[in-house]
């Protein structure tokens, strides 16, 4: 069985609703999904799903707690990821919640795409899908162009491990995928461990932990990959990012110079914004109107109404600019 999976809490809830209200746009409730709990704050979740069929809540404690051993076994080992995070009043484990999603491996779909919460799905996943007749993992991002928000490039050890056209090929944005069940097992995690204990986790970039972590499996292991943005040609490939500001939407859909995007993804805007705009809070990020039409697909009563000035907010400020601007997205 295919189906599409996600992270999410209740921390994230209006861009959850927006992302099962455009797969539902997409594909009726036909496509299943299943969600993937960040932390137990999943109450709202819960009542919200209760009336789509379709949907559940990922419940496999074994599973979690079995990937959440895998990666702290895994930043155990990371000569300075823990001292990194205690400086700035982290935990001893950044973001570990970030890591439920490998809990697709184990899930209940043989075949699955997994989206962030804050992407937006465009277009039909069918040819992803198909792709993944061929290869284990499928991609469609640019995340290529920088390799410094997956891996530390100033570890020697990079190099040994992975070949230069790999780091220039290989690397992908863990906000959305294709992949199988059961393409990482027990065995197979436990064979990464070894070669992370012995020393190649100084590869791993620390602030992106999850993105880091899962490049590495699915590289390491040698799994056959493919991302559509290198084999697409110039004219059918599209973006897929927030600051990519050329978009243009009809009937809801955004398209890149005429072509229909697979998926728009928010990167770099907080929860906390989106949550402010559906209080009412005017405030301007791009493509704010399609994001509100998901949102309120059900409900367009509540969809709020704005009768002031709005204030801006950028998508690239801060540490999100120096990503953003890295990961290129031009088309």
């Not at 990666?71 to 990194?84: E, K, R």
């Not at 640019?142 to 090929?169: C, G, M, R, W």
């Not at 490049?215 to 004219?235: C, D, E, K």
Request: charged letters at 20%; hydrophobic letters at 35%; a negative charge.
């Amino acid at each position: 069985m295919d189906g599409i999976c996600t992270l999410a809490n209740d921390r994230v809830y209006d861009q959850l609703v927006a992302l099962l209200n455009s797969i539902e746009a997409i594909y009726g409730q036909d496509m299943p999904v299943c969600i993937y709990p960040y932390d137990d704050n999943t109450a709202q979740i819960a009542a919200e799903i209760a009336h789509r069929p379709n949907v559940q809540i990922y419940d496999n404690q074994e599973s979690m707690q079995q990937w959440d051993e895998f990666v702290c076994n895994i930043w155990d080992v990371h000569p300075t990821a823990q001292a990194h995070w205690l400086k700035f009043g982290s935990n001893k484990y950044h973001r570990v919640g970030t890591h439920r999603r490998y809990g697709a491996f184990d899930g209940p779909f043989d075949r699955f795409v997994y989206m962030d919460a804050d992407t937006l799905l465009m277009s039909s996943l069918t040819e992803v899908f198909r792709q993944l007749n061929h290869n284990d993992w499928v991609v469609y991002d640019f995340q290529y162009t920088d390799l410094s928000h997956v891996y530390n490039p100033s570890s020697p050890k990079l190099t040994e491990i992975f070949s230069a056209k790999q780091l220039q090929t290989e690397i992908f944005c863990s906000g959305f995928y294709g992949s199988k069940k059961g393409i990482f097992n027990a065995q197979n995690r436990e064979l990464l461990l070894d070669k992370l204990r012995q020393g190649e986790a100084e590869i791993l970039y620390d602030m992106a932990p999850d993105q880091t972590i899962l490049n590495y499996m699915v590289m390491r292991s040698g799994i056959s990959s493919y991302n559509f943005a290198h084999h697409l040609s110039q004219s059918e490939r599209t973006g897929c990012c927030v600051t990519s500001t050329h978009f243009e939407a009809q009937e809801n859909i955004l398209y890149d110079k005429g072509q229909r995007l697979t998926y728009i993804h928010y990167i770099g805007l907080s929860s906390q914004l989106f949550r402010q705009v559906c209080e009412g809070e005017n405030i301007d990020f791009p493509y704010r109107d399609i994001f509100l039409h998901y949102r309120y697909l059900h409900e367009p009563d509540k969809r709020p109404q704005f009768t002031t000035q709005p204030k801006n907010q950028k998508a690239n400020s801060g540490l999100a600019t120096k990503v953003l601007r890295k990961l290129g997205l031009t088309n």
